[in-house]
Each structure stands twice: as C-alpha cells, then as structure tokens.
C-alpha cells in the first residue's frame, strides 16, 4: 500500500522558514518524480515544485522561484521542501504526489490519491 506522509508544517511570520518532508513508502521512490502542490481554502490544488527521478532537474512555480527548493533522499525515500522568505500568500496546505514519467519537464502529473497534507500558515 502506499502511502504519502507530509511533515514540517506549522505557524510562521513572514519571512521565515520551513522545511517540510515527505516520506514515501510502497513505491519505488527512486524511479518516481516528486512534486509539491499546495491548497488553499476553497482554491484546487496548484503545483508548487517538482524533482525529476531521471535527470535530478528541478522545477518551480514562478512565485517561489528562489525562495523554494526542492531536494530528495533516495536512501531515506522522502522529498523534502526547503521554504525561505515565506510570505502570507504562501498559507496554505502542502501536499507531495508522484510521477513515474521520464519527463517532467512539460507538466507533472499527480499519481496517487492526495495524503493528510501538512499546514503552513505565515502570519504577516
């Protein structure tokens, strides 16, 4: 069975920091690329970041470019989020999903049904 488990979550002032992580079991993590999305209240989810499986390439909404990054550990199976200079527009809950393409450079798309997420909230 797999399963997605987001962590790092919490409440934050404006221009702080959080890491988040996601662990992964039941798949072959190192053969999946790892996303990040985000829902706010009443809003779809929208794609944050993503890490390509195949190449290690990284990808970015524009909004967050240069105060996100991105990264995984294919040893411990988890991606994980490093979120600098947060702003209050970035409250939201964050999700991680998989896809198994080779590129993902095009568009990213979420295979597996969403977990719990993990709360962000930056306070202004």
């Known amino acids: 069975q797999v399963q997605l488990e987001e962590s790092g979550g919490g409440l934050v002032q404006a221009g702080g920091s959080l890491r988040l992580s996601c662990a992964v079991s039941?798949?072959?993590?190192?053969?999946?690329?790892m996303g990040w999305f985000r829902q706010a209240p009443g809003k779809v989810h929208e794609f944050v970041a993503a890490i390509s499986w195949s190449s290690g390439s990284t990808y970015y909404r524009d909004s967050v470019k240069g105060r996100f990054t991105i990264s995984r550990d294919n040893v411990k199976n988890t991606v994980y989020l490093q979120m600098n200079s947060l702003k209050p527009e970035d409250t939201a809950v964050y999700y991680c999903n998989a896809d198994p393409a080779e590129s993902i450079a095009t568009i990213f798309s979420p295979h597996l049904d969403w977990g719990q997420g993990t709360q962000v909230t930056v306070s202004s």
């Open positions: 039941g798949r072959t993590f190192s053969k999946d690329s």
